[in-house]
């Protein structure tokens, strides 16, 4: 399984401009090369090596580097023709993929840039990373990270790591391959997971995840988005820019969070995890404004990835299921009914009386489908996914 892990650099002004013109450089060099594949309308690899290597080399990059140019331009051209193949610019002649695919591709002046073993070595134990620059070789170049991410790095890294500017801030990104834990025997249940506006996600063991505090958070994310952006001023939008990375960060952070629970309470427990398959869910949905704004301000497919990642890593197989009518089916009767659901969070079966919290009913709905689509043949539907730690 392949695990993207973000080490922090720490360069010093120096070390901070050599970097800077490293980017600006191979990124302006990729911008002509894709510029000269375009006109001469060759944009396959062994095409742009030919027809740029040796200028890029007398432009100024090494060896390794100009390769990785060329990679990274013939790369984009590949993601481009596979975008119109897909039909995901439009059909022939949309205004949308005549302006994709009727210029060269362009690349930003700090665009990420990736480095192999003989560009980049990292001194794991001393903190620091030797890299190439279009200055010379930089050595002792100041980085960090949480232990778990170090002790990774140290253990599975393989393959390229890029070099990426954001916020300000200076990463390398590195692929680890770490092994995965195999399912040594069948699991007994499966854990019912319901995603939802008001609990994030809620499981079959009783757990519901979010709370007041989280919710209240979430409220006054919205309401000084909305302050924002009536002011429209520049200052108004620096803010909103700004305020828009801590809002992604916290819900990253507590998707995280969210996912490592789960997943453990199912390894705990010996049991599976029941996914819903939520596939589509804005388009389907039909609520009310003050729900849509909550629903498309939490990003459930982020959180479904993470537990999908950390069920894989610890041989926790994960199925997903149909949601249709869990959340108006009785857990007990199976009995299915709107009015089931006189209100947000109360459930009280029609058939039967049962009472139960509705985010709980629906989570053990799910645990139930989940387990029959094991008992029937289905497959661990984990995919293999890259992410960042």
């Known amino acids: 399984m392949k695990l993207v892990v973000r080490v922090k650099l720490l360069p010093t002004p120096l070390q901070a401009r050599a970097l800077e013109a490293t980017l600006r450089a191979c990124n302006e060099l990729a911008n002509w090369l894709s510029q000269q594949g375009y006109v001469h309308g060759c944009t396959s690899r062994a095409a742009l090596q030919v027809l740029g290597y040796f200028e890029l080399k007398a432009r100024g990059l090494s060896a390794q580097p100009a390769l990785h140019v060329i990679r990274k331009v013939a790369d984009a051209y590949t993601t481009l023709a596979a975008n119109v193949r897909a039909g995901n610019l439009g059909p022939t002649g949309s205004k949308r993929r005549e302006k994709a695919t009727g210029k060269a591709i362009a690349f930003r002046p700090r665009a990420a840039q990736p480095f192999d073993d003989r560009c980049l070595s990292w001194q794991i134990e001393d903190g620091t990373v030797s890299i190439w620059t279009t200055n010379g070789r930089m050595k002792n170049l100041a980085c960090t990270g949480e232990k778990d991410q170090l002790r990774l790095l140290a253990s599975y890294r393989r393959g390229e790591s890029d070099l990426v500017h954001s916020g300000g801030r ?220």
């Open 170 to 389: 200076w990463y390398l990104l590195a692929t680890c391959e770490i092994p995965e834990s195999e399912l040594d025997t069948a699991p007994g249940d499966f854990l019912g997971v319901d995603l939802g506006i008001v609990n994030i996600a809620t499981t079959s063991g009783g757990v519901r995840h979010s709370g007041r505090r989280l919710n209240r958070a979430r409220e006054r994310d919205r309401s000084l988005r909305r302050k924002l952006q009536r002011r429209n001023t520049k200052s108004a939008k620096r803010r909103a820019k700004r305020h828009a990375g801590k809002e992604a960060r916290r819900a990253r952070d507590i998707n995280h969070k969210i996912s490592k629970r789960i997943v453990a309470e199912a390894q705990r427990t010996g049991r599976g995890i029941a996914l819903e398959d939520l596939g589509g869910i804005r388009e389907r949905a039909r609520l009310r404004k003050p729900q849509r704004v909550t629903l498309h301000s939490w990003s459930f497919h982020q959180l479904g990835a993470f537990i999908a990642y950390k069920a894989r890593r610890a041989g926790v197989p994960v199925v997903y299921v149909d949601p249709a009518y869990t959340s108006q089916k009785c857990s007990q009767c199976h009995h299915i009914d709107r009015r089931n659901r006189p209100s947000q969070a109360k459930f009280v079966c029609r058939s039967c009386g049962f009472v139960e919290h509705a985010d709980l009913n629906s989570s053990h709905n799910i645990a139930q489908r989940g387990w029959w689509m094991w008992v029937c043949g289905a497959q661990s539907a984990v995919p293999a996914l890259t992410l960042i730690a």
